[in-house]
């Protein structure tokens, strides 16, 4: 998803700020988010520690993604289909009740779609408040905070909804990835061939975890809220350092993407690249 967001020096500020905080709070047992003062944004525990696990789900589900791709490839998408077509027959009969028509082409079934990751949007659910009531320290701050994230929110809005990825979590991890990998690498947004990949891959696996079927529609929305924030944040300090071609910049935007990274996906920033016109996760 490429988002313009306003560019200015005052982010900076923030990000320090963020940076100082969230070094501190790392040292907290349960520095994932819902200890710290990030908690309130984060939304309930239960839904913190959940997403403790959602990497390695969609870490196995792109790589099944890399096996499709490569048969697609070899064989062709319709033979792949059908092949999974059968799969899936013959997986909820129970039964092999005929022959794979090309038993050279081993799919899985396909999967089941549960949409855990959708939710129902709440009005009283006021991220942008949250996050400048705990992440900044002075009314400018603040008012600062609100802004980027009402304009990142806005334009977030308006893309989802092109793509058809409105109200999901999988849209806001792969929009808050995006421009993570982006931050952290100082390189260009990868094709949208490859973010609607990673954005499927995100879908199938927050299916994959069945305790995101219990969480509160609240606390989804707020969870995806966030990582709009954050997004927001990466894109206004990024975007300040590439425009003035200022290293020390450039250097806090990859220093705070690695942070939220690892906070959010709970994996090393070097574990996301580009490889082959693909994001991989490592």
């Given at each position: 998803m490429k988002i313009r967001n306003h560019k200015t020096r005052a982010a900076l500020t923030f990000a320090l700020a963020f940076l100082s905080v969230g070094i501190t709070n790392a040292q907290t047992p349960n520095a994932y988010g819902y200890s710290t003062g990030y908690g309130t944004v984060y939304g309930s525990f239960g839904l913190a520690s959940t997403m403790q696990s959602m990497y390695n789900v969609a870490q196995a589900q792109m790589q099944r993604t890399t096996a499709r791709n490569a048969m697609i490839k070899k064989w062709g998408l319709a033979a792949v289909e059908k092949a999974e077509r059968e799969a899936g027959s013959r997986s909820s009969t129970g039964t092999k009740t005929s022959a794979p028509s090309n038993p050279q082409i081993v799919v899985p079934p396909p999967s089941v779609v549960r949409n855990h990751g959708?939710?129902?949007?709440?009005?009283s659910v006021d991220t942008?408040?949250?996050?400048?009531?705990?992440?900044?320290?002075?009314?400018?701050?603040?008012?600062?905070?609100?802004?980027?994230?009402a304009a990142t929110k806005a334009a977030y809005e308006k893309e989802a909804a092109l793509r058809g990825w409105k109200n999901?979590?999988?849209?806001?991890?792969?929009?808050?990835?995006?421009?993570a990998m982006t931050a952290y690498h100082n390189a260009e947004?990868?094709?949208?061939?490859?973010?609607?990949?990673?954005?499927?891959?995100?879908?199938?696996?927050?299916?994959?975890?069945?305790?995101?079927?219990?969480?509160?529609n609240k606390d989804k929305q707020?969870?995806?809220?966030?990582?709009?924030?954050?997004?927001?944040?990466?894109?206004?300090?990024?975007?300040?350092?590439?425009?003035?071609?200022?290293?020390?910049?450039?250097?806090?935007?990859?220093?705070?993407?690695?942070?939220?990274?690892?906070?959010?996906?709970?994996?090393?920033?070097?574990?996301?690249?580009?490889?082959?016109?693909?994001?991989?996760?490592?």
């Open positions: 959708v939710y129902r949007p709440d009005p942008g408040k949250a996050l400048a009531d705990n992440l900044g320290d002075t009314p400018e701050e603040r008012a600062l905070i609100k802004r980027i994230y999901n979590i999988a849209a806001g991890l792969t929009f808050f990835t995006v421009t947004a990868p094709s949208d061939e490859a973010v609607n990949t990673y954005y499927k891959v995100m879908n199938v696996a927050l299916d994959e975890i069945p305790e995101f079927a219990t969480v509160a707020a969870f995806n809220n966030m990582l709009i924030g954050f997004s927001g944040m990466l894109l206004a300090v990024h975007s300040e350092g590439k425009q003035n071609n200022d290293a020390d910049t450039l250097a806090t935007s990859k220093k705070l993407a690695g942070m939220l990274t690892e906070m959010v996906l709970k994996t090393d920033p070097d574990n996301l690249r580009i490889e082959n016109g693909q994001i991989v996760m490592k």
